[in-house]
């Protein structure tokens, strides 16, 4: 049940309603990743959530499509862009594997998603074939090896828990390696003092 929609649909209205974790490091993603963002450009997000990342960078882009398969989260984004006016993004209700590469983009975000998928390796990949040449793959990812000790071994409790989603045990140099293969060039790979996320921009060559 953890790593379904009807999971995220039972916790979506407190994850809507809970602040971000760390406003400073939250704020210096944005800015890291719109810094590499073009205005006539078309962007994705996989794994939106409640969509609040997708409608800052809307007037940074064209376009922005924003996929989730939790509907009340697709919801919550839809209501605020209408409410502030924000016509650029649209709300898609599909997952990861809905999703067709015969259209491909110029920015891929995919944050805090990667390590929630089992089938890790194949996400960056499907990334990969999404993104234009010149365009970019941005992720924030948790990382095994970056991780506190203690929170180490509360990650091994939580992993026995069938309730909550399970987190791949990613190092950061498998994920920077994953990203490569798959024939993107990285050019920020930043992790936070203390913090157990490591946040990515790959670019694909033109």
């Not at 960078?57 to 502030?84: Q, S, W």
């Not at 991780?147 to 180490?152: S, V």
Request: aromatic share 8%; hydrophobic share 40%; proline share 6%.
């Amino acid at each position: 049940m953890a790593n379904t929609p009807f999971f995220w649909k039972l916790i979506s209205r407190n994850y809507i309603a809970s602040p971000v974790a760390n406003e400073e490091i939250y704020q210096e993603k944005l800015e890291r990743t719109r810094r590499a963002l073009r205005p006539d450009w078309s962007m994705i997000e996989i794994g939106c959530g409640s969509g609040n990342t997708a409608l800052t960078h809307a007037p940074y882009v064209k376009h922005i499509t924003a996929y989730d398969f939790c509907g009340p989260m697709l919801e919550h984004g839809r209501t605020r862009a209408a409410n502030e006016g924000i016509e650029n993004v649209e709300f898609v209700e599909a997952s990861l594997d809905d999703i067709d590469t015969k259209t491909s983009f110029d920015a891929v975000l995919m944050l805090s998603v990667i390590h929630l998928i089992p089938d890790w390796t194949s996400a960056i990949r499907k990334a990969a074939q999404l993104t234009r040449p010149g365009g970019i793959f941005v992720s924030s990812t948790v990382t095994i090896d970056t991780m506190p000790t203690k929170m180490r071994a509360v990650l091994s409790l939580v992993n026995l828990l069938p309730v909550l989603p399970t987190v791949a045990r990613i190092s950061r140099a498998a994920l920077v390696a994953e990203i490569e293969k798959n024939g993107l060039i990285v050019e920020e790979n930043w992790q936070p003092e203390g913090h157990d996320s490591v946040f990515i921009i790959a670019r694909k060559p033109t």
